[in-house]
């Protein structure tokens, strides 16, 4: 990919669109990397840097992890060379002065401007979605009842866990964290939206068709 070809994208979508497999898989088609938050987080940690302490510190005492260094660690990330063709955020920004910190350090790195993409699915799709999910407790991995599992044992071959609910995959929870991210995340649309940044995609249907519709987005 030339410096022409540069893509720097955001993935939007609510709990249950599946904006993480989306972004990945985005990511791979592009062969630019796939940046989750919580990776690089973790990864910080992990590597001891000075951020990374510093997150560690907010992490263990099970408090958010401040913005100012949670756009420190973004930034460090997309600054390397493996970004240079362009990168597929996901999990940031999540706020409006987030999106400005980002904007900020687009122009001083002399990057491309962003193009965020928006999954979008009904509400009750993400709530069939979540509150049909188990999780495994020996793998961890997600299964959903849909798909002929019936919950116990894990479908995993390799496999003796067992399957579970997660409390906040229940119906209630579920509609209590969707009003959660529309009043956190609306104005971030709108944000991106005025700016001419924004492209809307039908987060509902084959998963295959959903990606093509992503990435005609991104190389549009």
């Known amino acids: 990919m030339s410096d022409r070809d540069e893509r720097n994208l955001v993935m939007l979508g609510p709990p249950g669109a599946g904006k993480g497999t989306q972004a990945a898989r985005l990511g791979e088609r592009l062969s630019v990397p796939h940046i989750s938050t919580g990776d690089i987080l973790r990864e910080a940690v992990a590597n001891g840097t000075e951020l990374g302490r510093q997150a560690k510190g907010y992490m263990d005492a099970g408090e958010l992890v401040p913005d100012e260094l949670v756009i420190a660690i973004a930034r ?43 999954l979008q699915v009904s509400e009750d799709e993400i709530i069939r979605r979540l509150s049909t999910r188990r999780t495994c407790r020996g793998c961890g991995g997600i299964y959903s009842v849909d798909d002929g599992d019936t919950g116990d044992p894990c479908p995993n071959p390799d496999c003796e866990g067992e399957l579970y609910q997660r409390s906040d995959d229940q119906p209630e929870a579920i509609a209590e964290r969707l009003r959660a991210y529309a009043n956190q995340t609306q104005p971030l649309i709108d944000y991106y939206g005025e700016r001419g940044l924004l492209v809307n995609v039908p987060g509902e249907g084959a998963p295959d068709q959903i990606a093509e519709a992503v990435f005609r987005a991104a190389r549009a």
Request: glycine residues 10%; charged residues 30%; contains cysteine.
């Open 76 to 118: 460090e990330r997309i600054a390397r060379e493996d970004c240079a063709p362009g990168f597929v955020l996901d999990g940031f920004p999540r706020t409006v002065p987030q999106a400005e910190a980002l904007g900020a350090t687009m122009r001083e790195l002399g990057r491309k401007p962003l193009r965020v993409i928006n």
